[in-house]
């Protein structure tokens, strides 16, 4: 490819251990679902995320092991489906950093 134009496969090969990564969408809506598989498919790890809503991006992530840091506010699938299983596991356990954030 010529430009600045990548694949998705280079987009998240310039994404390195430890960054801090921040994903728009809200919730279901509108998030880099491909992406967040690609980071996780490469085997990134702690890597700081931020997002005022995550849902199953932030949840794929933490269940990839991808993340060691998060600064998220409400981590949650949608209404009445409850808050991310993979993300409550991992920071209840302690392994996963989580400043919250209104």
Do not use: W
Not at 67 to 84: K, N, P, W, Y
């Amino acid at each position: 490819m010529s430009g600045k134009l990548v694949t998705l496969i280079e987009a998240a090969g310039l994404i390195e251990d430890r960054a801090v990564v921040a994903f728009g969408g809200s919730l279901l809506h509108r998030f880099p679902g491909a992406f967040a598989r690609e980071l996780a498919r490469q085997g990134r790890r702690e890597i700081h995320f931020v997002k005022p809503s995550p849902g199953y991006d932030f949840d794929l992530l933490c269940r990839a092991g991808v993340v060691g840091e998060a600064s998220v506010g409400i981590a949650t699938m949608e209404a009445g489906l409850g808050m991310l299983p993979a993300f409550r596991r991992r920071a209840e356990s302690g392994e996963l950093n989580v400043r919250e954030h209104a």
